[in-house]
């Protein structure tokens, strides 16, 4: 069994767990559009491609398919993400399976308005949001939003364009000189938690749930965390899962506020603090190698061991090009 990982960039960990030889997979091969993507040299082959906004970077990825006997293709980036699930016929038919989420879902979780309003319309919890500032003020005079905020691109992924507001004025120019559409949410004054979620290819449900409480966070990944459980909170991801249209590697930020959960993002992908749930035994390349050779997973939610922390530190490789 022969996966392709694409845009490895830094997940240089991934890579290695892919390879573990317990998970069945014969071959692991990387692919960037950098030669300084350090995760390619993990691999056991890589590959240099055009961006993905390339015209001809699908028929490059098909063709690496085809010269490497590919039988899966899992993609890292959020805007290939849709890209590869909006042609995932073209793969299928090749014989590849796309480990991705369906195209509506990804859409909507890009999306951190239409995001929201999923959430509210399915009665789910989730931090109070709005599209620009006259409709926070409406929503500030009505006592349902109030400073300090969060503004954040509507279409933004980590970190990128984030910023605590805690004034009306400051509010409006940033939202009216921003290049892009933000995102208006209500500052959660309380514990963060991240979520590693697999949910089954095959049964489409979710088999494999781990938490942690965030410790620290740097450049928009999680650099300290412990393990946790909790039944409430497995209860509300099942919840969250069961109205998206969700397959694979989940990424979800949850925060608790005068203890209740409230679901923030989802990103439909491998998560960077992914290798903590690794190291706890949540082993999903084990669990994509099993779907791949049409097994179904078995429920094994919550199945690991509390208060063990991550602390993660910078390492580096270097090598002649």
Same mark, same amino acid.
């Not at 605590?164 to 120019?173: A, H, I, R, W």
């Given at each position: #069994? $022969?996966?392709?990982?694409?845009?490895?960039?830094?997940?240089?960990?991934?890579?290695?767990?892919?390879?573990?030889?317990? $998970?069945?997979?014969?071959?692991?091969?990387?692919?960037? @559009?950098?030669?300084?993507? &350090?995760?390619?040299?993990?691999?056991?082959?890589? %590959?240099?491609?055009?961006?993905?906004?390339?015209?001809?970077?699908?028929?490059?990825?098909?063709?690496?398919?085809?010269?490497?006997?590919?039988?899966?293709?899992?993609?890292?980036?959020?805007?290939?993400? %849709?890209?590869?699930?909006?042609?995932?016929?073209?793969?299928?038919?090749?014989?590849?399976?796309?480990?991705?989420?369906?195209?509506?879902?990804?859409?909507?979780?890009?999306?951190?308005?239409?995001?929201?309003?999923?959430?509210?319309?399915?009665? =789910?919890?989730?931090?109070?949001?709005?599209?620009?500032?006259?409709?926070?003020?409406?929503?500030?005079?009505?006592?349902?939003?109030?400073?300090?905020?969060?503004?954040? &691109?509507?279409?933004? @992924?980590?970190?990128?364009?984030?910023?605590?507001?805690?004034?009306?004025?400051?509010?409006?120019?940033? /939202?009216?000189?921003?290049?892009?559409? #933000? +995102?208006?949410?209500?500052?959660?004054?309380?514990?963060?938690?991240?979520?590693?979620?697999?949910?089954?290819?095959?049964?489409?449900?979710?088999?494999?749930?781990?938490?942690?409480?965030?410790?620290? #966070?740097?450049?928009?990944?999680?650099?300290?965390?412990?393990?946790?459980?909790?039944?409430?909170?497995?209860?509300?991801?099942?919840?969250?899962?069961?109205?998206?249209?969700?397959?694979?590697?989940?990424?979800?930020?949850?925060?608790?506020?005068?203890?209740? %959960? %409230?679901?923030?993002?989802?990103?439909?992908?491998?998560?960077?603090?992914?290798?903590?749930?690794?190291?706890?035994?949540?082993?999903?390349?084990? +669990?994509?190698?099993?779907?791949?050779?049409?097994?179904?997973?078995?429920?094994?939610?919550?199945?690991?061991?509390?208060?063990? /922390? #991550?602390?993660?530190?910078?390492?580096?490789?270097?090598?002649? =090009?």
């Amino acid at each position: #069994m $022969n996966i392709l990982i694409l845009s490895c960039g830094t997940r240089n960990k991934l890579i290695r767990y892919f390879k573990e030889p317990e $998970n069945g997979v014969s071959r692991v091969v990387g692919t960037d @559009c950098s030669p300084y993507a &350090p995760a390619l040299y993990e691999a056991d082959a890589h %590959y240099l491609v055009p961006r993905m906004t390339s015209p001809d970077y699908l028929d490059t990825i098909l063709k690496i398919c085809q010269e490497e006997s590919i039988d899966a293709v899992l993609p890292l980036q959020e805007d290939e993400l %849709y890209l590869i699930a909006s042609h995932s016929e073209l793969f299928r038919e090749a014989g590849i399976t796309p480990i991705v989420s369906d195209r509506q879902a990804i859409e909507l979780c890009r999306d951190k308005y239409a995001f929201y309003r999923h959430m509210t319309q399915n009665g =789910l919890p989730v931090l109070p949001s709005c599209q620009n500032p006259d409709e926070f003020t409406k929503r500030f005079e009505a006592g349902e939003m109030n400073f300090p905020v969060f503004i954040k &691109p509507v279409r933004g @992924c980590g970190s990128i364009g984030i910023q605590k507001v805690d004034n009306m004025e400051l509010l409006s120019v940033l /939202c009216k000189y921003s290049p892009e559409d #933000m +995102l208006i949410q209500q500052f959660a004054e309380g514990e963060e938690y991240g979520v590693d979620l697999y949910v089954d290819l095959l049964s489409r449900r979710p088999v494999s749930i781990f938490t942690k409480k965030k410790l620290r #966070m740097r450049a928009g990944e999680t650099e300290k965390s412990v393990s946790v459980k909790d039944e409430a909170l497995f209860s509300l991801i099942r919840q969250t899962a069961a109205s998206l249209s969700l397959a694979g590697p989940i990424d979800m930020d949850v925060f608790r506020i005068n203890g209740c %959960y %409230y679901i923030s993002e989802i990103n439909p992908r491998f998560g960077g603090g992914y290798p903590h749930a690794h190291v706890c035994g949540m082993n999903f390349p084990k +669990l994509i190698a099993d779907n791949l050779a049409g097994r179904e997973n078995t429920d094994a939610v919550g199945q690991y061991e509390e208060g063990v /922390c #991550m602390l993660k530190y910078t390492d580096l490789m270097t090598l002649k =090009l």
